[in-house]
């Protein structure tokens, strides 16, 4: 029988990733709206078109291990596939279709454009991106692993959870000897390793049996791993693309495990959980505040106007989060309950 327990205080637990949470948004955000170095740090081109490659993929690699992590949590503590397909698709579709409903009309797309968009397979049809969509890549990836995931644990229970770690390491042997250094993965197949670490972070983190690596993982240096990360978020030919999901793995599971320190206190602010509390709509809304107008003009005139499009990103990101999807969410919820009940009749 496998033995599932919670590992450590889920206060302190929740704390933390809400600030990596929030960490992983504003580096997204930043990879979209800033301009964080010179053209030779691959961080933003000479045109002054924002690429920011290195610290997005830093966001992302974040931002892919918590989702994993959280998917499988739920799994683990709940064990309903019903309740867990009713929360996410009523939690993540909402917004993202009423802003492809709204952008796409306003693009040169066409039938098949569209139907990529709306079907989520974009990520594999990138001709078919504007710049507007481009960042959905990532909410493609996000659905398609839900799908996957929600398949083995109808078919294998709690058990087949025990198959991800395999699965990482099948993902991970691909991407090392297929992947030729610059690469940033939009694919599903290529990008899924940082979502699959997430998933094995939450299986040590809840098995009475990994108790030892969770105090190695602990005690390992921190600047060391961060220092690993960072090294492999860089985009340029010698990057070992493939480390990058077990860094991040890392980095969060140490601050899960590390005795309270400095990198407590600061992931556990109430900045970094109001931004991770309106996380979602902020990557969802924030390239529409960036469009027309506002991303027009010299380099000097467009930066001169981020202000303004940072201010709309978060205002509307408020707004969408506490009163558009959180009337799905409840839907979402009473649906869950609704059906869990007539299972037990």
């Given at each position: 029988m496998t033995e599932i327990a919670p590992a450590a205080p889920q206060t302190r637990r929740l704390a933390v990733l809400d600030g990596w949470r929030g960490i992983s948004i504003l580096l997204v955000l930043a990879t979209h709206m800033l301009p964080l170095g010179p053209p030779s740090w691959r961080l933003a081109n000479a045109t002054g078109n924002i690429v920011?490659?290195?610290?997005?993929?830093?966001?992302?690699?974040?931002?892919?291990?918590?989702?994993?992590?959280?998917?499988?949590?739920?799994?683990?503590?709940?064990?309903?596939?019903?309740?867990?397909?009713?929360r996410r698709v009523f939690r993540i579709l909402?917004?993202?279709l009423l802003f492809m409903l709204l952008v796409l009309p306003f693009l040169d797309m066409s039938h098949d454009g569209w139907l990529a968009h709306l079907s989520f397979s974009v990520n594999y049809f990138s001709q078919?991106?504007?710049?507007?969509?481009?960042h959905l890549w990532s909410l493609c990836i996000e659905l398609h692993f839900y799908l996957f995931i929600g398949i083995l644990f109808a078919l294998f229970?709690?058990?087949?959870?025990?198959?991800?770690?395999?699965?990482?390491?099948?993902?991970?042997?691909?991407?090392f000897m297929v992947i030729d250094g610059d690469n940033s993965g939009m694919q599903s197949h290529i990008r899924v390793d940082e979502i699959l670490?997430?998933?094995?972070?939450?299986l040590i983190h809840y098995d009475n049996r990994a108790k030892r690596l969770r105090y190695w993982l602990g005690r390992l240096p921190f600047a060391l791993l961060l220092a690993i990360l960072v090294g492999s978020c860089i985009s340029c030919s010698f990057t070992p693309y493939w480390l990058r999901s077990y860094?991040?793995?890392?980095?969060i599971g140490h601050t899960l495990y590390r005795n309270p320190s400095p990198v407590f206190h600061f992931l556990e602010s109430r900045f970094l959980y109001r931004v991770?509390?309106?996380?979602?709509?902020?990557?969802?809304?924030?390239?529409?505040?960036?469009?027309?107008?506002?991303?027009?003009?010299?380099?000097?005139?467009?930066?001169?106007?981020r202000p303004i499009s940072i201010a709309m990103s978060f205002?509307?990101?408020?707004?969408?989060?506490?009163?558009?999807?959180?009337?799905f969410i409840e839907v979402g919820k009473r649906l869950s309950r609704f059906f869990q009940q007539r299972s037990l009749k």
């Amino acid at each position: 029988m496998t033995e599932i327990a919670p590992a450590a205080p889920q206060t302190r637990r929740l704390a933390v990733l809400d600030g990596w949470r929030g960490i992983s948004i504003l580096l997204v955000l930043a990879t979209h709206m800033l301009p964080l170095g010179p053209p030779s740090w691959r961080l933003a081109n000479a045109t002054g078109n924002i690429v920011n490659l290195s610290a997005g993929n830093l966001g992302m690699s974040l931002f892919f291990i918590l989702s994993g992590f959280l998917i499988t949590t739920n799994l683990l503590q709940h064990g309903n596939i019903l309740e867990f397909g009713l929360r996410r698709v009523f939690r993540i579709l909402p917004l993202a279709l009423l802003f492809m409903l709204l952008v796409l009309p306003f693009l040169d797309m066409s039938h098949d454009g569209w139907l990529a968009h709306l079907s989520f397979s974009v990520n594999y049809f990138s001709q078919f991106f504007a710049k507007e969509t481009l960042h959905l890549w990532s909410l493609c990836i996000e659905l398609h692993f839900y799908l996957f995931i929600g398949i083995l644990f109808a078919l294998f229970g709690k058990k087949g959870l025990y198959a991800l770690p395999f699965i990482l390491l099948l993902v991970s042997m691909n991407n090392f000897m297929v992947i030729d250094g610059d690469n940033s993965g939009m694919q599903s197949h290529i990008r899924v390793d940082e979502i699959l670490a997430g998933c094995v972070l939450a299986l040590i983190h809840y098995d009475n049996r990994a108790k030892r690596l969770r105090y190695w993982l602990g005690r390992l240096p921190f600047a060391l791993l961060l220092a690993i990360l960072v090294g492999s978020c860089i985009s340029c030919s010698f990057t070992p693309y493939w480390l990058r999901s077990y860094a991040a793995m890392a980095v969060i599971g140490h601050t899960l495990y590390r005795n309270p320190s400095p990198v407590f206190h600061f992931l556990e602010s109430r900045f970094l959980y109001r931004v991770a509390e309106i996380s979602y709509a902020l990557y969802v809304i924030h390239p529409i505040t960036i469009a027309g107008w506002l991303g027009q003009g010299s380099l000097i005139v467009k930066y001169a106007k981020r202000p303004i499009s940072i201010a709309m990103s978060f205002g509307l990101a408020y707004i969408s989060t506490h009163y558009y999807e959180k009337l799905f969410i409840e839907v979402g919820k009473r649906l869950s309950r609704f059906f869990q009940q007539r299972s037990l009749k």
